[in-house]
């Protein structure tokens, strides 16, 4: 037995790995406003038919970077005004 919907997720920022030469580099990303970021994001309550385990999970989803940031990676969650993610 499951259920799973769409959720919005608010966060302060989120990070991204930046390849470089030799190693991986973090950066975290936030609105130059430090207004929380709402991401798009999927959840979902399951029964492990094996072990009978019950389990949560959720997943960000997301899409191409944008222009700022695809220097730094090819995709990001995807990002929406609050306000909007309410309607």
Same mark, same amino acid.
């Given at each position: 037995s499951s259920s799973a919907a769409s959720d919005v997720y608010k966060r302060q920022g989120?990070?991204?790995?930046?390849?470089?030469?030799?190693?991986?580099?973090? =950066?975290?990303?936030?609105?130059?406003?430090?207004?929380?970021?709402?991401?798009?994001? =999927?959840?979902?309550?399951?029964?492990?038919?094996?072990t009978g385990e019950v389990i949560d999970s959720c997943t960000i989803i997301t899409t191409k970077a944008s222009r700022l940031l695809e220097?730094?990676?090819?995709?990001?969650?995807?990002i929406f005004e609050y306000e909007k993610a309410k309607e």
């Open positions: 989120f990070y991204e790995w930046q390849n470089l030469t030799d190693r991986k580099q973090p =950066l975290f990303i936030f609105r130059a406003d430090k207004k929380p970021i709402t991401f798009a994001g =999927l959840w979902e309550h399951w029964v492990d038919k094996e220097k730094i990676h090819d995709r990001m969650p995807v």
